[in-house]
């Protein structure tokens, strides 16, 4: 155990909790978004997955890393129009359309894999990037400051998206979307409108999540999120509806399997119980879920279609 308390493991380690932190938060706080109009997407790890594969397959096919992330954005916005339709339009049960949605990217991403590729095959990932001088300071300049674009990227929405959401017009209407849409739509506010707009946008934050998984080891494989959508999902409720909140989740599930795999490749967990180590991380999380979330009261009418008049 005493090896892992040195400098270059420790930073490792954190350095690495960052970047796997990066494809919870862009999902969380997508799903935040969504959840406080009113709409929850239970099909977040189903986008996660095709838009990895698009990302991988789009990068593999052209060379090009840009292309691939931003084929991944847009299948996440493309089953936003999907989920938005379903959910808001079509006002179908939340919980059932989100699974069905998960499914097809489970059994789609799968299918497409086995009859393009077949066989795994590593493309490159995105370099690190160095900001000057920050990423020379001892101990926190390599951890925070020699990360990937995509992993500044994520920690850079937190703000924006908190900012939107309790200092603009817009973040005023989402909220009222989702604790009094009766009262909303009474003062002219597009229901329908705000919540397609929400959930477009944490589709599109799925998409990127997903790109962002596939490019931290640059191969995909089959069921490649192993559930991280749900996780994400339970991570807005750990955050209790909050941008800082969900960050601090998405950190906490990052570090914890981080640890767990280095712990793994330094031989301090045998390997007799790598399987129970690899639960470690879902634990702490739904521990953390009992105790944290049961504080915070949810969106009044999340999970409910609106009905004018109902």
Known sequence: MSHFFTYAVLT????????????????????????????????????????AFTTYYAALKTGDLAIGILAGIG?????????????????????????????????????????????????????PLAIPLLS??????????????????????????????????????????????AAADSVGISIAKIRWSTVLFGCTMAGLAGAALLLYDGIFMENLTQSEGFIAVALVYFGAWRPAGVMGGSLLYGLTIA??????????IPLSASDLAAT???????????????????????????????
């Open 12 to 51: 490792s380690t954190f350095g690495a909790a960052l970047a796997l932190a990066a494809s919870f938060l862009f999902a969380a706080l997508g799903e935040t978004v969504g959840q406080r109009s009113g709409v929850v997407n239970l099909g977040v790890d189903g986008i996660m997955l095709l838009s």
């Open 75 to 127: 299948v996440g916005l493309v089953m936003g129009v999907v989920t938005a339709l379903v959910s808001v339009t079509l006002k179908a049960e939340q919980g059932i359309s989100g699974i069905g949605v998960y499914l097809f990217g489970l059994g789609f991403s799968d299918l497409l894999f086995l009859r393009l590729v077949g066989t795994p095959l590593p493309i490159n990932q995105l370099k």
């Open 136 to 181: 020379r300071i001892p101990g926190i300049g390599p951890i925070f400051f020699q990360q990937t674009i995509l992993v500044y990227l994520a920690f850079l929405l937190v703000p924006v998206v908190t900012l939107l959401l309790n200092r603009t017009t817009y973040g005023l209407k989402v909220r009222a979307a989702g604790e009094n849409p």
């Open 259 to 268: 640890v767990v795999l280095e712990w793994k490749s330094l031989g301090i």
């Open 280 to 310: 470690a991380p879902a634990v702490i999380t739904i521990l953390a879920l009992l105790i944290v979330a049961r504080r915070f009261r949810q969106p009044a009418v999340l999970g409910r279609p609106f009905e004018r008049g109902g």
